[in-house]
């Protein structure tokens, strides 16, 4: 247990759906992160949060949202996605941004069909 | 693009000592360098970070070059949960901007 929880750990969606992924840190953290891990490709960095505002977008196609209602959850709303999209996507949370390691969430699987 | 180069795939022999090597030719002086591993089907952990001085903790030691150029995770004595996925990154302006590569793959033979 890393103190970083994410739901589902699984989902599969229709390209015309609509789902959010939730994370949630029980750390006292004030910095928060989504990264996308597709099949043999490396970490990518979507988005940073620092303070629930959002300070790192990484040319994240507009079909992701994410959103920052306080400082220990963050989401991810997707909608319209590509198979492409299919990926592992990764939470993490550490104490400020660029301070101190990250601890990671386990996932959430995404399948888009 | 990551700016450090690792080799993809190494292994050991359980209880041995793993010296998993990074190189980093272009690291600035504000760079730390930061060790992450990834086990089978989940995220992945903090397992050790420096700047300049060697650095030990509970879980791996990291030798670093005296010219900042390379660094080497040493694993005192492997075992089987060690296998996993070996990630070296050099954050940016102490500690934004996280590139993960692909990293080293370990295997850990019994």
């Known amino acids: 247990e890393t103190g970083v929880t994410q739901t589902p750990r699984h989902l599969v969606m229709g390209m015309t759906n609509k789902k959010s992924l939730k994370c949630e840190q029980h750390?006292?953290?004030?910095?928060m992160y989504w990264y996308k891990q597709s099949a043999k490709k490396p970490l990518e960095l979507m988005f940073v949060y620092s303070l629930e505002e959002r300070v790192e977008n990484n040319s994240v196609p507009s079909r992701f949202s994410p959103e920052c209602p306080n400082s220990s959850h963050l989401f991810l709303h997707l909608h319209t996605l590509q198979p492409e999209d299919s990926a592992l996507y990764l939470c993490?949370?550490?104490?400020?941004?660029?301070?101190?390691?990250?601890?990671f969430g386990p996932g959430t699987r995404l399948t888009v069909t | 693009d990551a700016k450090t180069t690792q080799p993809n795939s190494m292994e050991s022999n359980e209880e041995e000592p793993v010296h998993l090597p990074c190189n980093h030719s272009?690291?600035?002086?504000?760079?730390?360098i930061h060790w992450y591993r990834q086990l089978p089907s989940q995220g992945p952990e903090y397992v050790i970070h420096?700047?300049?001085s060697n650095v030990n903790n509970r879980m791996a030691s990291l030798a670093i070059a005296e010219d900042r150029k390379s660094s080497t995770l040493i694993l005192h004595r492997a075992t089987l949960r060690d296998a996993a996925v070996y990630y070296c990154?050099?954050?940016?302006?102490?500690?934004?901007?996280?590139?993960f590569g692909p990293g080293t793959r370990l295997s850990v033979l019994p």
């Open positions: 420096g700047l300049t």
């Open positions: 272009t690291i600035s002086g504000t760079d730390y």
């Open positions: 990154i050099l954050s940016e302006n102490y500690g934004q901007n996280f590139v």
């Open positions: 993490a949370s550490s104490q400020d941004k660029g301070q101190g390691e990250q601890y």
């Open positions: 750390l006292g953290h004030n910095a």
